[in-house]
């Protein structure tokens, strides 16, 4: 089956700098979301952009998302401890209720 | 309930035995799914209802795997004969089916490790 690829696979920043993790696709989307995922368990999702979007906020975080390279970045601003999580891509494809997840990126944010 | 929850949280089997984990979506979503997580990986796609049908069964890794929903609520995943392969953390998710969009809500997931 298809996948996301995201990178890096693994980042660790310092408490106050910000984060950025990227994913790249290979169909056309509907939408692309972004979860998060702490110690292995359920996933909470993050913000979701759709094809027709450029770029999105919520919070502290922001979405771009470039149709044409298809890639997409989330960047989270002054990061927190309790940012540190994995990080998840998932594409959503017209006509198919199936999410198809990337890899992830794991951020470590060092107080 | 408030979110999805998953039942139960833990288990361990023995190699050859057959599990059920269970999901209980959001009520009122309409769309359920399966995935597995294996250690240090990304969620690998096993099964989607949309009601109690399942429309999209590619994920399911072997006739081992078997899955069921009804009353459009509970789901229950069934695997047979599990082998140590098998050991991965079940995760289950719903939405609320409306146009163009798919957020996901996900439960806490069933940690199955097969001895």
């Known amino acids: 089956s298809q996948q996301g690829e995201e990178d890096p696979q693994a980042l660790s920043i310092q408490e106050g700098e910000n984060a950025t993790m990227n994913c790249s696709y290979k169909?056309?989307?509907?939408?692309l979301q972004w979860y998060r995922q702490n110690s292995g368990r359920g996933l909470v999702h993050l913000i979701l952009?759709?094809?027709?979007?450029r770029e999105k906020h919520s919070g502290r975080l922001r979405v771009t998302l470039d149709t044409s390279k298809k890639s997409s970045s989330l960047l989270i601003t002054a990061s927190r401890a309790a940012d540190t999580a994995s990080y998840f891509c998932?594409?959503?494809?017209?006509?198919?209720?199936?999410?198809?997840f990337g890899t992830g990126t794991r951020l470590t944010i060092i107080p | 309930g408030a979110g999805v929850s998953q039942s139960p949280s833990n288990k361990v089997t023995e190699k050859g035995k057959d599990v059920e984990l269970r999901c209980d979506p959001i009520?009122?979503?309409?769309?359920l799914y399966w995935y597995r997580q294996r250690l240090g990986q990304g969620l690998e796609f096993l099964i989607y209802?949309?009601?109690?049908?399942?429309?999209?069964k590619s994920g399911l890794p072997s006739d081992r795997f078997s899955a069921e929903r009804t009353g459009e609520s509970v789901s229950t995943l069934t695997i047979q004969r599990t082998q140590q392969e098998d050991s991965a953390v079940y995760l289950c998710?719903?939405?609320?089916?409306?146009?163009?969009?798919?957020?996901?809500?996900f439960g806490p997931g069933t940690r199955l490790t097969v001895t």
């Open positions: 952009i759709r094809s027709n979007e």
């Open positions: 009520s009122g979503h309409t769309a």
């Open positions: 169909t056309s989307i509907n939408n």
């Open positions: 209802f949309q009601g109690n049908s399942a429309p999209d």
């Open positions: 998932a594409e959503s494809n017209f006509g198919n209720e199936k999410l198809t």
């Open positions: 998710a719903s939405s609320l089916k409306f146009r163009d969009s798919t957020e996901q809500y």
